[in-house]
């Protein structure tokens, strides 16, 4: 069977081409107005949108964050408990405290460094798509320019927040990693010491061991330390600062950060 194409290209016979334009062709209607694809939302919608998604899971972590009460377990500095007090007040007094103590301490840090992950690549994705699309010049197809200047200053705060929120898991997974290696300093001090305190050496290298792959973060892929604020950092989160150029280095350390 020839194809149609090959006629309507090739051949040499009007009537034929005028047919197979009649048949193939839908007249356009320039009295509608141009309306985008079903459900395909503009770039600054996704944004937001996005950045919803950060806030609902991020009033969780919130919440795990207060109940973790990481400022109890802070280890004072050397120089500190050598000033204030002998006791290190940490102190379970007992070699099965100690590794009830460092249990908690552990099941604590996951529960922090699984979430803050979840909520680190929704801030990836958001920073990402911003550098990508929204510039100057962007527009939108239903929104006037000051409600689009509008969304997109709401939409530079919202990442800030997030920053500080991310900032602040980091700072807590800290104070809860120098918790834990306090804690197997003490128990340290138990190893081969008889009796119901023994524990053995083999046991407590294993459970530093464990221990380190956690705080490092290869156990969930996740350099959690990434996220401190130095002070030029807090200053561009408290006034609103988003500078495009630095934001591309942020935002390619940061991908590293998630793998």
């Given at each position: ?132 699309d929204i510039d100057n010049d962007y527009y939108s197809l239903d929104k006037i320019d000051k409600e689009v200047d509008h969304e997109i200053s709401l939409a530079i705060e919202q990442i800030n927040t997030q920053r500080k ?87 390619n350390k940061l991908i590293k950060a998630l793998n």
């Open positions: 069977m020839p194809d149609p194409y090959d006629d309507f290209l090739f051949g040499n016979d009007e009537k034929k081409k005028k047919k197979f334009l009649d048949e193939n062709s839908e007249p356009l209607d320039f009295s509608k107005p141009y309306t985008p694809p079903e459900n395909q939302k503009e770039p600054l919608d996704e944004i937001l949108e996005r950045n919803r998604q950060f806030e609902k899971k991020a009033e969780t972590f919130s919440k795990i964050l207060s109940q973790a009460k990481a400022i109890d377990h802070k280890v004072d500095s050397g120089i500190a408990r050598f000033f204030l007090s002998s006791d290190d007040k940490k102190a379970q007094n007992s070699m099965r405290g100690e590794k009830e103590y460092h249990s908690y301490l552990t099941h604590t840090f996951v529960k922090i460094i699984s979430t803050m992950r979840e909520l680190a690549e929704i801030h990836q994705a958001s920073v990402q798509q911003f550098n990508d929120i991310l900032a602040e898991g980091s700072k807590d997974l800290d104070i809860f990693e120098n918790a834990l290696e306090e804690t197997e300093r003490r128990l340290k001090k138990y190893i081969d010491a008889g009796g119901k305190d023994n524990i053995s050496q083999s046991e407590v290298l294993l459970l530093i061991s464990k221990r380190e792959q956690l705080t490092s973060g290869k156990q969930h892929h996740f350099d959690y330390s990434f996220f401190k604020l130095n002070l030029l950092d807090k200053a561009a989160t408290s006034l609103g600062w988003y500078m495009k150029e630095t934001t591309s280095q942020y935002l």
